[in-house]
């Protein structure tokens, strides 16, 4: 039975780059359904793909999981495909796919894409997605090959990890770092519930949030309307992570905020 292929990127839609390789899945799997993650993860984000993935992983169907942010393209990067207890994935050996992997348990078996049989033979070298990554998630899917047969077996030692930052608590502040902006400008920290607690934090309490030299009064609530319109809501967001947003507003143009950009939490 052929399986799903859930598929991220950031080739972006403007482009026939995302239709080629829904093309490719389809010629190899007819009867797979490709499943769109996202494609507008910032051109090589990695560190922005790798999150968006495993914020996603957790409700993708058992199946491929094909994940593409490939600024090392035409590199000597490895091209890996992944057994796990969810299923396969496929993507560059660059952190790409560590995370979501590592949601999911780890990797059973990992393996380098590196057998010509089971690649496209492109004119050039700059698109491993349609060229190589396709092919092994159609194949996967399709029950065709076997991890063996893309390549040979690593070593976990010989994969790229992708380190994440790791919040700092002490006695009256959390120093954490902001992980991601959404569509609303909503923001996402490193941060979670418990170490606000630890800081004496409470429901419905407030929250000094400092990014830079500039000190943003908020509360900490359940969602976005028990705050005024214009006010800063801190919240457990949809990940299970800090959030902040600003009702009726941006909260990434009220207070400066950008991915990677660090941010402090205290007790008001």
């Known amino acids: 039975m052929a399986q799903p292929v859930s598929f991220l990127s950031d080739f972006g839609t403007q482009d026939e780059f995302v239709g080629v390789v829904h093309g490719v899945i389809y010629r190899l799997s007819p009867a797979s359904r490709v499943i769109d993650i996202t494609h507008g993860i910032t051109p090589g984000d990695i560190r922005g793909g790798a999150l968006a993935l495993t914020r996603a992983i957790q409700y993708l169907p058992p199946g491929v999981v094909l994940a593409i942010v490939d600024p090392g393209v035409g590199t000597p990067r490895k091209a ?16 790409l796919l560590s995370p979501a992997v590592a ?12 057998n010509r049989e089971v690649m496209i033979e492109g004119p050039g070298n700059t698109f491993a997605g349609r060229d190589v990554f396709a092919p092994a998630a159609g194949l996967l899917a399709a029950g065709e090959a076997t991890l ?3 390549g040979p077996e690593l070593d976990p030692g010989q994969v790229l990890p992708l380190m994440l930052p790791l919040p700092k608590v002490e ?14 400008g909503n923001v996402q920290t490193n941060i979670g519930p418990e170490d606000l607690a630890a800081i004496g934090v409470g ?29 800063l809501a801190i919240h ?17 143009e009220e207070i400066s ?11 008001s």
Do not use: C, K, Q
Request: proline share 3%; glycine share 16%.
């Open 203 to 231: 429901p419905g309490e407030s929250v000094e949030v400092r990014v830079g030299a500039s000190a943003h009064e908020g509360r900490f609530v359940t969602t976005f309307g028990d705050v005024a319109v214009g006010e």
């Open 80 to 95: 890996l495909a992944l057994e796990t207890a969810a299923g396969f994935f496929v993507g560059p050996d660059n952190g």
């Open 148 to 150: 063996a047969d893309l």
């Open 171 to 184: 006695e009256s502040a959390i120093h954490g770092e902001v992980l991601w902006v959404d569509w609303y």
């Open 236 to 252: 457990v967001d949809s990940a299970g992570l800090i959030g902040i947003a600003v009702r009726g507003g941006r909260a990434d």
């Open 103 to 114: 949601m999911v348990g780890g990797a059973v078996a990992i393996h380098a894409i590196e």
């Open 257 to 267: 905020l950008a991915s990677g950009r660090p941010l402090s939490f205290r007790r």
